[in-house]
């Protein structure tokens, strides 16, 4: 059990991670004004990638829930993942990569 929990930490981190580095102008969304952390809010993302804002803060705050692949998949295109990125997205929400 304690490496499912190990695992959804770092989902979380990884999540985290991935969106602070991209830029709103980078994904497309106008800048708003100023940011308290850089990058893409919560809420841009799940905008982005068609998912409730609540769902992707329990996501991004590591607790256990279910995502398909589907929804990494747009998940990993919000956040512009390359292929060994995407690999480890999966590989931490425990989803077979396509």
């Given at each position: 059990?304690?490496?499912?929990?190990?695992?959804y930490e770092e989902?979380?981190?990884?999540?985290?991670?991935?969106?602070?580095?991209?830029?709103?102008?980078?994904?497309?969304v106008p800048d708003?004004?100023?940011?308290?952390?850089?990058?893409?809010?919560?809420?841009?993302?799940a905008l982005l990638?068609?998912?409730?804002?609540?769902?992707?803060?329990?996501?991004?705050?590591?607790?256990?829930?279910?995502?398909?692949?589907?929804?990494?998949?747009?998940?990993?295109?919000?956040?512009?993942?390359?292929?060994?990125?995407?690999?480890?997205?999966?590989?931490?929400?425990?989803?077979?990569?396509?």
């Amino acid at each position: 059990m304690a490496n499912r929990l190990d695992r959804y930490e770092e989902l979380s981190r990884f999540l985290r991670s991935r969106r602070e580095r991209i830029s709103p102008e980078q994904a497309g969304v106008p800048d708003s004004g100023r940011r308290r952390t850089p990058g893409l809010r919560r809420s841009e993302v799940a905008l982005l990638a068609d998912v409730g804002l609540d769902w992707y803060t329990y996501l991004e705050q590591g607790r256990h829930i279910n995502v398909s692949a589907e929804v990494l998949d747009r998940i990993a295109k919000v956040l512009q993942l390359d292929e060994s990125e995407r690999r480890h997205l999966y590989h931490l929400a425990r989803k077979q990569f396509p």
